[in-house]
C-alpha cells in the first residue's frame, strides 16, 4: 500500500506567481489535512478536507490560499499570488476515517519563493 | 484553543543513554490523544508513539516509552540506548477526540544530538 504522495516535493515561484501543491492520500483514505511548517516551527494546521467537502479551514489565510478534495484526483492546495512569506514545508495527511487517530504524512512539498 | 509547549529547543546524548523530551499541554478537555513525531532531516514526519488519555498506562514503544501525566498535563518522551539514528527532531502533538475536526496541534520542536 503506497503512503501519502505529494508533488512536487520542490517548487520555486517568484513572487506574484502561483503555486499548485498536490497531495494523494493513502488507498482508502478520504480524509485529508494540510500543515505547513515555517522555518525553525513546528507544523501548523491549516484546512480539513473529506472527499468533495471542506470540514475546517480556520487555519488558513482567508485571501490568496484556497484547498480543494475533489471526488477523483489529488487533494489541491493552491495559493495565488506568492509572496515571500509563504516559503515553507507544507505537509499533507490522511486518515481513513474521522475517528482515527492517525494521520499518515506524506513527505511534504518545500516552496521556495524568490 | 488548545496550545502544546516543548520547553527543550535542543538536547544531546549519548550513544546507548537514555534521554528525556520533554512536553506540556495545556487543554479544558478530558478525552484527546498525544502524540510523538519524529522528523530526521529527510523531513518525513514518522509516528514515534501514541497515548490515550484516558489510559492511565504510560504507552510504550520497543526503546521509546512516556511519561504521561495527565493532571500536570505533562507528557515527556524517554528513549533508551539511544541510537545514531535517533538524532532528529522530535514534535509532541495533540489530538481532541472531540467534536469534528481532529486536526493536530504541535509543539516547536526539540532538536535531538545523538553523540557517538
Known amino acids: 500500500n503506497a503512503g501519502v504522495m505529494q508533488n512536487p516535493r520542490h517548487l520555486v515561484r517568484r513572487r506574484g506567481q502561483e503555486a499548485r501543491l498536490r497531495c494523494s492520500p493513502m488507498?482508502?483514505?478520504?480524509?485529508v489535512y494540510w500543515y505547513r511548517q515555517l522555518p525553525e516551527e513546528g507544523l501548523k494546521f491549516m484546512v480539513y478536507l473529506q472527499k468533495e467537502n471542506i470540514i475546517d479551514e480556520s487555519g488558513m489565510p482567508k485571501e490568496r490560499f484556497s484547498a480543494e478534495f475533489p471526488k477523483e484526483g489529488p487533494s489541491i492546495l493552491r495559493i495565488q499570488q506568492v509572496v515571500r512569506g509563504d516559503s515553507a514545508a507544507y505537509f499533507c495527511?490522511?486518515?481513513?476515517?474521522?475517528?482515527?487517530?492517525?494521520?499518515?504524512f506524506g513527505p511534504g512539498t518545500r516552496l521556495t519563493v524568490t | 484553543a488548545q496550545t502544546v509547549t516543548q520547553s527543550q529547543p535542543e538536547m544531546s546524548v549519548q550513544e546507548a543513554e537514555t534521554v528525556t523530551l520533554s512536553c506540556t499541554y495545556d487543554?479544558?478537555?478530558?478525552?484527546?490523544?498525544l502524540f510523538w513525531y519524529k522528523q530526521p532531516p529527510s523531513r518525513q514526519m514518522i509516528l514515534v508513539i501514541r497515548q490515550e488519555a484516558y489510559k492511565q498506562q504510560n504507552a510504550t514503544e520497543n526503546r521509546f516509552s512516556v511519561n504521561f501525566q495527565k493532571a500536570a498535563k505533562s507528557f515527556s518522551l524517554k528513549i533508551s540506548d539511544s541510537q545514531l539514528g535517533d538524532a532528529a527532531m522530535y514534535f509532541c502533538a495533540y489530538r481532541s477526540n472531540w467534536g469534528s475536526n481532529y486536526k493536530l496541534t504541535f509543539g516547536k520542536g526539540t532538536l535531538l544530538t545523538v553523540n557517538p
Open positions: 495527511a490522511s486518515s481513513p476515517s474521522a475517528t482515527k487517530y492517525e494521520q499518515y
Open positions: 487543554t479544558s478537555e478530558s478525552d484527546y490523544y
Open positions: 488507498k482508502g483514505h478520504s480524509h
